[in-house]
């Protein structure tokens, strides 16, 4: 079984043995809550790279009349980067499109508070005036459970690394599909995990170390690395047009150092367990098989040092009112 333990930081993994679903996805829900302060310190970015490819996916102009929902949106990346591409569409005069409405939605009320805080951050970084930040809003709600939102409400619905979480994924996915406004410039997408690769680079640095040690591994269920989850989940949610592709992101940081220790954080477990040789040797085995993986890569005009992470993409939608 996997490392992870209740002080686990790691963005994509739960704390503790699956019981029934619903019990399964309540644990997911607070464990997002309990690290939601670290939840962008331990991402290595990846997830905020994928939300700004989600943003660049829809079609554009964006609608003024849009409404838009960032469902399990945890730290509100999905919104934060909206909101950036909004302002880069005109940056001289200021006037983007912004849509008519935002909505960040997720099922920890820990998560929504650090959203609030970051997002307004962001807000402020952009130079983004009071007639924007009264169109973002905030909740609490499940996503099996969206019942604030009428049926045929959203244009954009974002559900970025969330459903793989929630305790029963297709009335999520039927969520979303309700909530979707019917059209051909309106779109649901949601993403999973399809390779992260640092549980294979983790797996090789025990192997080295001990290969007596029980496999990392992250209690995310097999099946949601494979593109036909996403997709079957997605068609019996019942959207339309479904289609799942993958892209490339990274898990990224300044220095080959911080890159190291972002995995070593992973490991509370095991590192505890460790005396300060072997812990000595064993981050001294990781540091060398990240060598053989890591690239360099350029985000926000910073280089970085990363480990590549592959996600599923799926876009559906709804051509109907229903
Ligand atoms: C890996 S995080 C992804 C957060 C964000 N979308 C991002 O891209 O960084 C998963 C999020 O899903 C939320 N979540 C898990 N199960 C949920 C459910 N059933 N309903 C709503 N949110 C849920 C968690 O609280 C957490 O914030």
């Not at 949601?224 to 996403?230: A, I, S």
């Not at 220790?261 to 990781?286: C, Q, V």
């Amino acid at each position: 079984m996997a490392d992870p333990t209740p002080t686990n930081p790691s963005p994509i993994s739960v704390a503790e043995a699956p019981k029934s679903p619903q019990a399964t996805g309540d644990l997911a829900i607070s464990h997002f809550g309990r690290i939601a302060p670290i939840y962008d310190a331990t991402s290595g970015g990846a997830s905020r790279e994928l939300a700004r490819y989600l943003v660049d996916l829809i079609d554009k102009p964006i609608s003024q009349t849009s409404i838009v929902l960032d469902n399990a949106a945890g730290t509100g990346q999905v919104t934060q980067e909206f909101l950036r591409w909004v302002r880069k569409y005109d940056p001289v005069t200021g006037k983007s499109p912004m849509p008519q409405t935002m909505f960040v939605v997720d099922g920890s009320d820990g998560m929504i508070s650090t959203a609030k805080i970051q997002t307004r951050e962001v807000m402020t970084e952009l130079n983004l005036d009071r007639d924007y930040i009264t169109k973002v809003n905030f909740r609490i709600l499940k996503g099996e459970d969206l019942h604030e939102f009428k049926k045929n409400t959203f244009w954009y619905s974002f559900t970025n690394a969330g459903l793989l979480f929630f305790g029963d994924p297709v009335k999520g996915a039927t969520e979303i599909f309700r909530t979707l406004k019917p059209g051909l410039s309106t779109i649901a997408v949601i993403t999973t995990w399809k390779r992260l690769s640092y549980i294979d680079i983790i797996n090789e640095a025990q192997w080295f170390f001990d290969n007596t040690l029980p496999q990392f591994k992250i209690p995310i269920a097999d099946e949601w690395f494979t593109r036909e989850k996403l997709f079957t989940t997605m068609v019996a949610g019942g959207l339309l047009n479904v289609e799942v592709h993958s892209t490339t992101v990274h898990y990224a940081f300044e220095t080959h150092r911080e890159l190291v220790d972002g995995l070593i954080n992973l490991l509370p477990k095991l590192m505890e367990s460790l005396d300060s040789d072997s812990k000595h040797i064993f981050r001294n085995a990781l540091s060398w098989v990240v060598q053989k993986y890591e690239k360099i890569i350029e985000r926000d005009g910073k280089r970085l040092v990363g480990l590549e992470m592959e996600a599923w993409v799926g876009t559906g939608r709804k051509f109907k009112a229903s």
